[in-house]
Antibody, heavy 118, light 107 residues
Framework: EVLLVQSGAEVKKPGATVKISCKVSGYTFTDYYMHWVKQAPGKGLEWMGLVDPEDGETIYAEKFQGRVTLTADTSTDTAYMELSSLRSEDTAVYYC???????????WGQGTMVTVSS | SYELTQPPSVSVSPGQTASITCSGDTLGDKFACWYQQKPGQSPVLVIYQDTKRPSGIPERFSGSNSGNTATLTISGTQAMDEADYYCQAWDSSTSYVFGPGTKVTVL
C-alpha cells in the first residue's frame, strides 16, 4: 500500500521553527517530487514548494522563499518541511503530497496541524 | 504572480449537472487538474492533465481546459459529491498554483 505518514501535531511560539516529517512507503521515494501544501483553518490550499528526492533540488513558492526549507532523506525515505520565524498566520494544516497535476500518482499525507500561539 | 479564480459556491440539485469554472491568463496553455476535499479529509484528485480521470473516480466527473478557462463538470450529481473543489495549474514559468476553491452544495 502506498502511504505518506506525517509526524504529529505541533504547538509553537511565535518566532520559533517547526520541522515536519513525511515518511514514504509503497513506492520508490526518488521516483516522484514531494510537494508541501498549506491549508489555514477554513481556507484554501496553498502550494509551498517541492523537493526532488533524487538530487535534493528544490523549488519554493515566492511567498515562502527564505522561510521554508524542504529536504529529503533517501536513507529513510522521509521528506521534511522546516518553517522558521513562525507567526500566527502560519497556524495551519500542512500536507505532503506527490501532487498529480500531470499524472494520476497523487498521494497525500494525513496532514500535520501546526498551531502558533504565545 | 499567477492567479486562478473560481466561484465561491455552486448549488446543484441531485441528478443535475454542476459546472465549476477556473479562470487564469492563458490557462489553456498550462496543465490543469481538480481536487475534491471533504471536511476533515485530505484532498483527492478527480481530474489530472486537463481531462483525465484517475482510476476509481466515477465517470460523472469530467474536465476541459481551453483559452483562459478550465471547467470541471459533474454529471448526475450525487449527495456524496458535496465538497470543496480546487483547481490547480502548472507550467514551467508559473510553477504550481491552486485556485481559491468552490463549495459545491447538493440541495
Amino acid at each position: 500500500e502506498v502511504l505518506l505518514v506525517q509526524s504529529g501535531a505541533e504547538v509553537k511560539k511565535p518566532g520559533a521553527t517547526v520541522k515536519i516529517s513525511c515518511k514514504v512507503s509503497g513506492y520508490t521515494f526518488t521516483d516522484y517530487y514531494m510537494h508541501w501544501v498549506k491549508q489555514a483553518p477554513g481556507k484554501g490550499l496553498e502550494w509551498m514548494g517541492l523537493v526532488d528526492p533524487e538530487d535534493g533540488e528544490t523549488i519554493y513558492a515566492e511567498k515562502f522563499q527564505g522561510r521554508v526549507t524542504l529536504t529529503a532523506d533517501t536513507s529513510t525515505d522521509t521528506a521534511y518541511m522546516e518553517l522558521s520565524s513562525l507567526r500566527s498566520e502560519d497556524t495551519a494544516v500542512y500536507y505532503c503530497t506527490t501532487l498529480g497535476t500531470t499524472s494520476p500518482f497523487d498521494i497525500w499525507g494525513q496532514g500535520t496541524m501546526v498551531t502558533v500561539s504565545s | 504572480s499567477y492567479e486562478l479564480t473560481q466561484p465561491p459556491s455552486v448549488s446543484v440539485s441531485p441528478g443535475q449537472t454542476a459546472s465549476i469554472t477556473c479562470s487564469g491568463d492563458t490557462l489553456g496553455d498550462k496543465f490543469a487538474c481538480w481536487y475534491q476535499q471533504k471536511p476533515g479529509q485530505s484532498p483527492v484528485l478527480v481530474i489530472y492533465q486537463d481531462t483525465k480521470r484517475p482510476s476509481g473516480i466515477p465517470e460523472r466527473f469530467s474536465g476541459s481546459n481551453s483559452g483562459n478557462t478550465a471547467t470541471l463538470t459533474i454529471s448526475g450529481t450525487q449527495a456524496m459529491d458535496e465538497a470543496d473543489y480546487y483547481c490547480q495549474a502548472w507550467d514551467s514559468s508559473t510553477s504550481y498554483v491552486f485556485g481559491p476553491g468552490t463549495k459545491v452544495t447538493v440541495l
